[in-house]
């Protein structure tokens, strides 16, 4: 055998080896979604630091706060995923999550916030009128008040703000003495009826070294 057979064996057994050791590692489906690699849902598949967890079917994110987020959608080309925003309760416009104060993402995991994100702070004290936010009454979180799930905010202050780079991609705060509710809209579009928004919150993960 010469040095170019032996060369083209050697590269059909590694372009082998590297296919079966991702068949290895991409998680089976959770209900009807895939799990994409480095997605993991238990300790045989995907990379453990992107954990995710599959529930009676449904495929969850795990905040720090250990709240669970249905996630609805992912692209693995971006490296992203939608989360589905807490419920809103309509007697009192707070959100499910206030009691942990809203979002948070551990700092030292490979998963933040994008900025593609719009939020509506629902539910707001007037020290937020003090803010750089969109309080105002053409602020687009007023639309909100027209759908079903944003019904029990109605009248109450809120705000809106698209979340920058230069903000805290680990967190949507929520708060009694701030604002007690809010759900965000992926790659906001005025020009859209507020029944067309594409409600979420979208996550990233940072790619395996």
Known sequence: MNIRE??????????????HVSALEACSNCGSMQVPYPLSTNDNCGNPRYRVYCNN??????????????????????????VRPPLIQKNTCYSSDL????????????????????????????TLLLS???CSSTSPC???????????????LCCSFLKDSAMNSHRIRARIGGCTAY?????????????????GIELQWLPPN
């Open 6 to 19: 032996i060369m083209s064996v050697l590269i059909m057994f590694v372009f082998v080896s590297i296919s």
């Open 57 to 82: 079917g449904n495929l969850e994110f795990l905040s720090a706060q250990n709240v669970f987020y249905e996630i609805l959608s992912i692209n693995s080309s971006t490296y992203k995923f939608i």
């Open 99 to 126: 009691d942990v104060g809203g979002l948070s993402i551990d700092e030292n995991s490979p998963f933040n916030i994008s900025t593609h994100n719009t939020v509506f702070l629902l539910n707001c004290s007037e």
């Open 132 to 134: 750089p936010l969109n």
């Open 142 to 156: 007023r639309q909100f008040e027209k759908v079903e799930g944003g019904s029990g905010c109605s009248g109450t």
């Open 183 to 199: 759900t965000c809209v992926v790659d906001f579009d005025l020009d859209q009826p507020v029944q067309a928004w594409n409600y």
